[in-house]
């Protein structure tokens, strides 16, 4: 079971966001990360806990590894505001976080 | 580019079948697993269902075991979803999805297909 917190997270623009995820066993890093707009497909934002995919800003950063994981906007822009969803890939059975929603404060 | 464009979507009447289309280019389709993954209204992300790139080994959810099958045409570049005996539980968007090369989870997704549940 994948468990994200907080739910909500109201931030300003340009002020850190920190959107924790936690793993009820360990997954080692083979956990990912998710942007998720309405209307729009989920785009890939890290994996391997760490590695940003291409195309992604550097402002998006992911650490942890193990059970405890957490991805960093460290100036969020007005296009990053959107549901974050983090997912564990040890196997095939991908489990998803239940979404953190970033809004604007 | 990675283009992923699902169709298919639409009514289905409780306990009917529907199958749903994922069309793929501007990649080797047939050197990619793919996943389907399905959110309910309001909710969450949840993965329903996985193929590998040669279509021998498929894996699904215990939510749609023998209800769902996964399968693809690689001639085609294309994967399908068949569901059968649908319930109210089963409406939501259902996005196809790249399994990244050589791991498991999905890189590229689809715009999604809504499918609605209801008499």
């Known amino acids: 079971v994948m468990t994200q917190s907080p739910a909500t997270l109201s931030v300003s623009p340009g002020e850190r966001a920190t959107l924790s995820c936690r793993a009820s066993q360990s997954v080692s890093s083979n956990l990912a990360w998710y942007q998720h707009k309405p209307g729009q497909a989920p785009r890939l934002l890290i994996y391997g806990a760490s590695t940003r995919a291409t195309g992604v800003p550097g402002r998006f950063s992911g650490s942890g590894s193990g059970t405890e994981f957490t991805l960093t906007i460290s100036s969020p822009q007005s296009e990053d505001f959107a549901v974050y969803y983090c997912?564990?890939?040890?196997?095939?059975?991908?489990?998803f976080g239940g979404g953190t929603k970033v809004e604007i404060k | 580019e990675v283009q992923l464009v699902e169709s298919g979507g639409g009514l289905v009447q409780p306990g009917g079948a529907r199958r749903l289309s994922c069309a793929a280019s501007g990649f080797s389709f047939s050197t990619y697993a793919m996943n389907w993954v399905r959110q309910a209204p309001g909710k969450g992300l949840e993965w329903v269902s996985y193929i590998s790139a040669s279509g021998g080994t498929t894996h699904y959810s215990d939510s749609v075991e023998g209800r769902f099958f996964v399968s693809r045409d690689n001639a085609r570049n294309t994967l399908y979803l068949q569901m059968n005996t649908l319930g109210a539980e089963d409406m939501a968007i259902y996005y196809c999805a790249r399994g990244y090369y050589g791991d498991y989870f999905p890189d590229y997704w689809g715009q999604g297909a809504l499918v609605t549940v209801s008499s």
């Open positions: 997912q564990q890939y040890n196997s095939w059975l991908l489990t």
